[in-house]
């Protein structure tokens, strides 16, 4: 079971690229994490752009997104929702609707904040927009709140209960990627 990882964050030190990192020490037997960084290099949305050859970096999303058999996006909060780095990469990647990779694809939201509140609002619009995409949203959570706490200096993720909820939620991956095979069977 391939897992793509996306981080939502273009920071060197981002703390939501870390938790990617603290989830491929945390995979279901026989899953394997796959980190796709190239949301730097996805070009603004624009659908006169569209009736062309996808640019590079949208191609390899694409590819990345059909090559899954499952996501994991860890995503930041801005200003009370999701960056829009990584909104517009969704945008892209939902185009066409009939044929876009996300369809029905298995996606889980996580997400890492240096705030109390930890990116609540981020992830439920997250998951919003992965629903309205076609996505095979998990209706589960990871609120990582006060994120400078949690992790030490090297970036590894220390907290036990945070950890276990993200071995959890990878966990959940699984039925959902069997449901959607079974489907397609
Ligand atoms: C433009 C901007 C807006 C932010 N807005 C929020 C917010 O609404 N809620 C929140 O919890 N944190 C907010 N933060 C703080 C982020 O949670 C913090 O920068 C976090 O470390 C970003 O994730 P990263 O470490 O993966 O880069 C904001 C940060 C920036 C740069």
Request: aromatic share 4%.
């Amino acid at each position: 079971m391939r897992i793509l990882g996306i981080s939502g964050s273009l920071r060197r030190d981002s703390f939501n690229t870390r938790l990617l990192d603290a989830a491929a020490e945390l995979l279901p037997e026989g899953a394997e994490l796959v980190r796709w960084d190239g949301l730097e290099a996805v070009p603004p949305f624009n659908e006169d752009l569209e009736a062309g050859p996808a640019p590079a970096a949208v191609a390899e999303l694409r590819d990345a997104l059909a090559d899954a058999d499952a996501v994991l996006i860890a995503t930041p909060e801005y200003n009370g929702s999701v960056p829009g780095q990584l909104k517009n990469a969704l945008d892209w990647a939902s185009r066409p609707h009939a044929t876009s990779p996300l369809r029905n694809l298995p996606v889980a939201v996580v997400g890492a904040s240096t705030s109390g509140f930890g990116g609540v609002w981020a992830q439920a619009d997250l998951r919003r927009i992965l629903a309205r995409i076609g996505a095979r949203v998990l209706d589960t959570e990871l609120v990582v709140g006060l994120a400078a706490s949690r992790f030490d200096e090297s970036g590894r993720l220390l907290d036990e209960d945070t950890r276990r909820g993200l071995g959890e939620i990878l966990g959940a991956l699984v039925p959902q990627v069997r449901a959607r095979e079974l489907v397609a069977a």
